[in-house]
């Protein structure tokens, strides 16, 4: 079984830095995308960035410049540092994984989800 586990949310002050660490779990053979969503209060879902297999990367506009999306493919990780953070980035942000190949047994897992971790940027 697979699983994705997030850390490193917290309280910061506007201006202020974070850095998030999602790492799966498992008898994994590969990944092909992983990612970075959050929901806001009130608010759906939203795509933060992914990053593909072979690092090809995909931010969304909000976050462009501010956020940077790295993952180590032999530890199955990914990271997302996230600088200049603002009061409207304060969210659930949770880690995604699309294409997810495991070794034993052998199977692909087409999306999975992990548990979310909190950010709050506020003074």
């Known amino acids: 079984q697979v699983q994705l586990a997030e850390s490193g949310g917290g309280l910061v002050q506007p201006g202020g830095s974070l850095r998030l660490s999602c790492a799966a779990s498992?008898?994994?053979?590969?990944?092909?995308?992983m990612g970075w969503y959050r929901q806001g209060p009130g608010k759906e879902r939203e795509l933060v960035a992914t990053i593909t297999s072979g690092g090809s990367t995909n931010y969304a506009y909000p976050v462009k410049g501010r956020f940077t999306i790295s993952r180590n493919n032999a530890k199955n990780t990914v990271y997302l540092q996230m600088n200049s953070l603002k009061p409207e980035d304060t969210a659930v942000y949770y880690c995604?994984?699309?294409?997810?190949?495991?070794?034993?047994?052998?199977?692909?897992?087409?999306?999975?989800w992990g548990q979310g971790t909190l950010v709050t940027v506020s003074s």
């Open positions: 995604n994984a699309i294409g997810v190949v495991t070794r034993t047994p052998s199977y692909t897992y087409r999306e999975l």
């Open positions: 498992g008898s994994i053979f590969s990944i092909n995308v």
